[in-house]
């Protein structure tokens, strides 16, 4: 089965760059369809980015200014790149696999998460 | 951008039927799907497609989506349902995922 396991600092300085990595096991990134979906503390979820099959990316209109989404093959991991943070980007992290179609999408499984703090 | 809108907060005694709102326009003309994520854990697919449980998901919850409304029920209520319910969509517009604001789902 899909696991997916995110990686990357706890804390990040205000105006720097998020880099978190995600790693997929039970199947190949080539394979399938990949988001970041953020969780800022007590709120509700806010999709960031996807990376497909072929390797076609689609960002958040509000956060694409700030954003890359990439991958290693090689490694069967992909990651997502924040720039510029500030305290709102402060959030639990997930990695998900995409299901569906270009008109539905849903995420299934979903990494355990990864808290990010933007603070100095 | 699609805006869905859930109510904060749903209470119900264990054996009650608990129904869980997710509101947009029209949103009887797409498909929803819904998450259960319980405190400290990531989210869980619990529907997709408006009716459709994922394998290990238990016959107690049921979906449905008509007209502006698509609703989370889950029947029998226990304990371990207690849990921040979403519900998401896709917005063919803006071609990206939203996602309701969440439900909490207290077991009195």
């Known amino acids: 089965q899909v696991q997916v396991q995110e990686s990357g600092p706890g804390l990040v300085k205000p105006s720097e760059t998020l880099s978190l990595t995600c790693t997929v096991s039970g199947a190949s990134i080539r394979d399938y369809d990949w988001s970041w979906i953020r969780q800022p503390p007590g709120k509700g979820l806010e999709w960031i980015a996807y990376i497909g099959y072929t390797g076609i990316t689609n960002y958040n209109p509000s956060l694409e200014s700030r954003v890359t989404i990439s991958r290693d093959t090689s490694k069967n991991q992909f990651s997502l790149q924040l720039r510029s943070v500030t305290a709102a980007d402060t959030a639990v992290y997930y990695c998900?696999?995409?299901?569906?179609?270009?008109?539905?999408?849903?995420?299934?499984?979903w990494g355990q998460g990864t808290l990010v703090t933007v603070s100095s | 951008s699609y805006v869905l809108t859930q109510p904060p907060s749903v209470s119900v005694a264990p054996g009650e039927t608990a129904r869980i709102t997710c509101a947009g326009n029209?949103?009887?003309?797409?498909?929803v799907h819904w998450y259960q994520q319980r405190p400290g854990q990531a989210p869980l697919l619990v529907m997709f497609y408006d009716t459709t449980r994922p394998s290990g998901i238990p016959e107690r919850f049921s979906g449905s989506n008509s007209e502006n409304t698509a609703t989370l029920t889950i029947s029998w209520v226990e304990a371990g349902d207690e849990a921040d319910y979403f519900c998401?969509?896709?917005?063919?517009?803006?071609?990206?995922?939203?996602f309701g604001g969440g439900t909490k789902l207290s077991v009195l």
């Open positions: 998401q969509v896709w917005d063919n517009s803006g071609d990206h995922p939203v």
């Open positions: 029209n949103i009887g003309s797409i498909s």
């Open positions: 998900a696999r995409d299901h569906g179609s270009s008109t539905s999408k849903w995420f299934d499984p």
